[in-house]
Nanobody
Framework: QVQLEESGGGLVQAGESLTLSCAGSRRTFSFYDIGWFRQAPGKSREFVGGIMTSGKSTMYADFAKGRFTTSRDNSQNTAYLQMTILKPEDTALYFC??????????????????WGQGTQVTVSS
């Protein structure tokens, strides 16, 4: 079991950058794939990006490619989501989630059993 806590959200202007952090509670953090998801008001939760246990494999939603980068530091039990060139449509509650690592990464919320509380990202135009 692992507990997750996101931080780093805030209010920024369009074109600016933010880096979100996801801190895990245990050294077993390295056993888990980490997914980033977001949910805007009135919309379903959607996949943003993810990183497998070793950090060597990543995956991104089409809207995130070229603008967002996920990374992790297993020695610090922390994953990161660096977001650049932010747009108003990126406004949402951002979550990190953990799933026990396996052969494949599954970019869907149902595969992730552990979730943080979320951090709000608001992008003004």
């Amino acid at each position: 079991q692992v507990q997750l806590e996101e931080s780093g959200g805030g209010l920024v202007q369009a074109g600016e950058s933010l880096t979100l952090s996801c801190a895990g509670s245990r050294r077993t953090f390295s056993f888990y794939d980490i997914g980033w998801f977001r949910q805007a008001p009135g919309k379903s939760r959607e996949f943003v990006g993810g990183i497998m246990t070793s950090g060597k494999s990543t995956m991104y939603a089409d809207f995130a490619k070229g603008r967002f980068t996920t990374s992790r530091d297993n020695s610090q039990n922390t994953a990161y989501l660096q977001m650049t060139i932010l747009k108003p449509e990126d406004t949402a509650l951002y979550f990190c989630a953990a799933a026990l690592g396996g052969a494949d990464f599954h970019p869907h919320p149902k595969f992730f059993g552990y979730w943080g509380q979320g951090t709000q990202v608001t992008v003004s135009s």
